[in-house]
């Protein structure tokens, strides 16, 4: 019953499209007519993405000079050599931790802080323009804003210490506080996208669900997860997914906070591969990193899509 | 043991009065129709009682205890929402075990009174479907289930067949009206619908304005209605109303078109008469002693309805044989037969006043 217009649906389709087959001169169902759509985003999708993609490939096949120029075939030797070298190591490490903890916080805090916003409350429009206000912070001004609150001396958990008379933590230069730093930089700035995202999400939840739950005798904490959390499931899994990339990829923060210091505490792959290309000059060695870097948010992916998604609702 | 609303009033932020002094005294194991047109607050009735929305002054008593402050979950009652308010995520089975889990009822239990629910509303074999693996009627059913698995007694329905297809809100009555009676449930029944609510009721409140118009049996209210909002409001076609002025002690002149006699004398000299369209008369004549034109003639199978229109202004339908011939722009004479219901000047029902007064 229910798949009779469908097909009703494609035979109208097809009847359109021979009608048109004897009006138009160019042949819908031809291979380059639909070339024709396709070229200028495979024009620029090849000249920005996959000709890097393959050149980078390509130089991790090579040794390199400090211009960057190939010059002896080394085959998977460089991925050899990295992968036994403890430094590369340590940043994998680093780096997986960073993700983690930032996936972890951002979308804990981040649909907590939605849940709330998505109630009735006097005002609560207020806290949602606070709360989604980090969309609009560009890095570098976070970075200023986090060091001056992270100072020593000066900044405000300083201040907190001070107050209480506790020993300041050293933020930035204790490599084991240094993760946390980045991380709470990072969740920060995550939160306001991860937030109206979620926040939008939780507001689409049809009200008579929650209605008929609570008149079936449901307490808002078994409303909390047997309603809102799987409607919103496809949502969490975009923004996770969109989450873990990010914190894969992340640069600037990392940059102007620590510089992956201190001792290679920070020291991010994409961060390590920036360095080893513009500081150290040693450009098959970074593209060679990132060729891994790319498999591993390729593999995280996929898993993900494996995994998670046989848990998302409809 | 019956469920009591006393003065019920809900005000919105903005002064807006939705329900105004309402009362009632629900029976235990009746139906009971609230009915009225769009905006009357007849939803927002049912939600207080569900305790979905807060009430602004009055008391309603379940059971002889005073809920007005208890939240939903603990005023033991059920609810069929219009949209059904199904779980996507959930089978079919799983969303009619919903409540039972939340209650955290003895899993065994939840098993056979899920089973039994499904088994009632006959949707046994589709228990693991998804609600959108099913036709509007089936959901409807996972709904009826979900009322029937819980325990309560009281279930509430905010216009639960306004989503389906006529044919089928004809067979989906007839199903509430056998799952009532067989469970004993007190249901509470919002809808616009008067021909819902004369089929099912054993009591309908008739709510416009904001205000109850009656309460009463269908029958009261079909027969005897309070005013001439209840009397327009029930009834296919609905009824005739006129303006009518006492020419004499026994004698009604309407509409300045034809006369019908008093059962009985009255003090008011303007009314309005109702007429339903079956007890109207009409005859075939010359344009002479022609009171009316038809103006179009609806063809029902077993019957007709005439549209007509007075010559005095106003139109009238009425209800004809379907082997009459009228045809329209014929000239024809209308009259009424000695049933009729007479409205003073501000809609009241003053048909047995009169003969209280007489009597």
């Not at chain 1, 001070?162 to 506080?177: E, S, V």
């Not at chain 2, 989503?163 to 469970?183: G, S």
């Not at chain 2, 076609?237 to 009255?266: G, M, R, W, Y």
């Amino acid at each position: 019953m229910l798949k009779s217009p469908t097909t009703d649906q494609t035979i109208s389709k097809k009847q359109t499209v021979s009608k048109s087959k004897s009006t138009f001169k160019l042949n819908a169902n031809d291979k380059y007519f639909s070339l024709l759509f396709l070229g200028p985003s495979l024009f620029i999708l090849g000249l920005f993405v996959f000709y890097p993609m393959i050149k980078t490939f390509y130089i991790s096949m090579f040794l390199t000079n400090t211009l960057g120029k190939t010059s002896v075939f080394a085959g998977f030797s460089n991925y050899a050599k990295l992968l036994q070298s403890p430094d590369f190591l340590n940043s994998l490490v680093v780096t997986l931790a960073y993700v983690v903890g930032v996936t972890f916080f951002t979308l804990a805090i981040s649909l907590l802080l939605a849940n709330l916003a998505s109630k009735k409350l006097p005002g609560i429009s207020i806290f949602r323009t606070l709360y989604s206000v980090t969309m609009g912070v560009s890095v570098s001004v976070a970075a200023i804003f986090w060091l001056f609150i992270f100072n020593p001396s000066t900044g405000f958990f300083a201040i907190i210490a001070n107050a209480l008379k506790m020993t300041p933590i050293n933020w930035l230069t204790d490599p084991k506080n240094a993760m946390w730093a980045v991380i709470i930089t990072t969740v920060w700035m995550n939160l306001g996208f991860t937030f109206l995202i979620l926040l939008g999400a939780i507001e689409s939840v049809p009200q008579t669900l929650y209605e008929a739950a609570s008149v079936e005798g449901a307490s808002p904490r078994f409303q909390f997860f047997k309603i809102t959390l799987p409607m919103i499931s496809p949502t969490l899994f975009f923004v996770s997914t969109i989450t873990i990339i990010g914190a894969f990829k992340s640069f600037g923060l990392i940059d102007l906070i620590t510089k992956g210091g201190p001792t290679n505490a920070t020291n991010m792959l994409v961060y390590r591969i920036y360095k080893d290309a513009f500081y150290s000059g040693n450009y098959a060695q970074a593209s060679t990193e990132a060729i891994i870097l790319t498999v591993i948010i390729a593999a995280f992916t996929l898993l993900q899509f494996k995994f998670l998604e046989k848990k998302v609702n409809y | 043991m019956s469920t009591i609303l006393k003065n019920v009033s809900k005000e919105f932020d903005q002064g807006k009065k939705v329900l105004d002094n309402v009362s009632a005294e629900i029976q235990t194991g009746e139906f009971f129709v609230i009915v009225g047109p769009s905006g009357c607050g007849k939803s927002t009735l049912l939600r207080i009682i569900a305790g979905l929305t807060q009430i602004s002054a009055g008391t309603i008593k379940i059971e002889n205890r005073v809920v007005n402050d208890l939240s939903p979950k603990d005023r033991n009652l059920t609810m069929v929402f219009q949209s059904y308010a199904l779980f996507p995520f959930l089978s079919v089975w799983e969303n009619v075990a919903f409540g039972l889990k939340a209650r955290k009822v003895d899993s065994l239990e939840i098993e056979s009174r899920v089973n039994d629910a499904l088994k009632m509303v006959n949707l046994e074999e589709l228990r693991d479907r998804k609600p959108r693996e099913l036709s509007g009627g089936q959901r409807q059913r996972v709904a009826l289930a979900r009322a029937v698995a819980s325990d309560a007694k009281i279930c509430l329905m905010d216009e639960p067949l306004s989503n389906l297809d006529a044919q089928l809100r004809i067979k989906m009555r007839q199903e509430i009206y056998a799952l009532q009676r067989k469970l004993g449930l007190t249901l509470i029944y919002v809808t616009h619908d008067q021909v819902e609510a004369m089929t099912m009721a054993d009591h309908i409140m008739v709510l416009n304005d904001s205000k109850i118009q009656q309460v009463g049996t269908p029958e009261e209210i079909y027969q005897h209605p309070a005013n001439e909002f209840v009397a327009s409001f029930f009834g296919v076609p609905p009824i005739n109303i006129l303006p009518a002025q006492k020419i004499s002690e026994a004698i009604l002149q309407v509409n300045n078109d034809f006369e019908v006699t008093l059962p009985h004398p009255i003090e008011q000299k303007n009314v309005r008469v109702g007429v339903r369209p079956t007890e109207m008369k009409i005859v075939d004549t010359d344009e002479l002693h022609a009171n009316a034109t038809i103006k179009a003639v609806e063809f029902l199978g077993d019957e007709k309805i005439i549209h007509a229109k007075m010559n005095h202004g106003g139109e009238v339908s009425v209800m004809v044989d379907s082997g009459a011939h009228f045809s329209p722009f014929q000239n024809v004479e209308i009259t009424a037969d000695a049933e009729f219901l007479i409205f003073d000047v501000e809609g009241n029902n003053i048909t047995e006043q009169g003969a209280m007064v007489h009597a």
